[in-house]
């Protein structure tokens, strides 16, 4: 592979908290000599120095640094406006890349696939042990529902209309379309925001490129207070309720067709942020003092 179809392609990453994932996250992309960019998204000193110095002898890796949290979108849309390269690889930074050879894999699906305006690598969640479905969703009685694909449909005649934001190889002219992300999403509901755009107009053409693997692993945030209040914001109910209030007023649909993401919220924030381990001890305490207390 020439320097030149290395140079189409930057792996753009966003780095809040987590720093031992962020450098596995790079690491996994440095052998493909693709340039890798990094937005240091309000991270902590003590998380920024550690990605910092791990980066520090990569002269294919840049980082930018933002003081505050930009958000998402914001995030995202700050890497989009500071690169040029033709195709912009978006990864979470805690997922790692497992196909050795991606940029070969992604080179011959563009060339196969010309009118494809986005990518998405199959992606194995780590903590649901299983791979993400294909999906595109659909506007039914002015609500979002997703259309899943089985495995065994998702060929390479498929087409999907929306992209995961952090997980997808997406072809810049698409931002130049639509616009970029809209920067009051939280995260997640960025996606289906851009999703509803092109339906609106012309629907986003999305392909499934299966023979590239990812792993996305949402890891208990243990020992370190910064990635538990990072992960504690990411799965806040109240923010996740804005961005669907957002949607539901600038285009005139309820967000899919159940409340069930709200157990699934509260389901992440149980396994991904456990508790102290001296919290159960303090709260059996308290109910004893209580129940003391109130035969006094």
Known sequence: MSVNMQKRFAVLILFFEKARQTVECVKSFLPSGVRIYILNNGS??????????????????????????????????????????????????????KTANWVDSALAAISAHPDAEAFAPRMFNVWENRFLPCFSIDIVDNRMVYRYIKES???????????????????????????????????????????????????????????????????????????????????????????????????GVEFFNDTSWRKWVAQQQRVLVPAHPLAAVWSRCIKKIRSIAGRC
């Open 153 to 251: 449909d998702c060929g390479p005649g498929t087409r999907l209309n929306c992209i995961l934001g952090g997980a997808s190889i997406v072809k810049r002219t698409l931002f130049e379309r639509l616009g970029l992300y809209d920067s009051a999403m939280f995260v997640g509901f960025e996606d289906y925001e851009l999703a509803l755009r092109g339906i609106r107009t012309q629907p986003i053409v999305c392909m499934p490129l299966q023979d590239i693997i990812l792993h996305h692993d949402h890891a208990p945030a243990r020992g370190n207070a910064c990635d538990r209040d990072a992960v504690a914001v990411r799965y806040r109910v109240s923010l996740h309720e804005e961005s669907i209030r957002q949607i539901r007023a600038r285009h």
């Open 44 to 97: 902590s000193e003590r998380n920024s120095r550690a990605v910092e110095q791990f980066c520090k002898p990569f002269e294919q890796v840049t980082i930018f640094r933002s003081d505050v949290n930009l958000g998402v979108s914001r995030g995202r849309n700050f890497l989009i406006e500071k690169t040029d390269e033709e195709f912009l690889f978006f990864v979470d930074n805690d997922i790692v890349i």
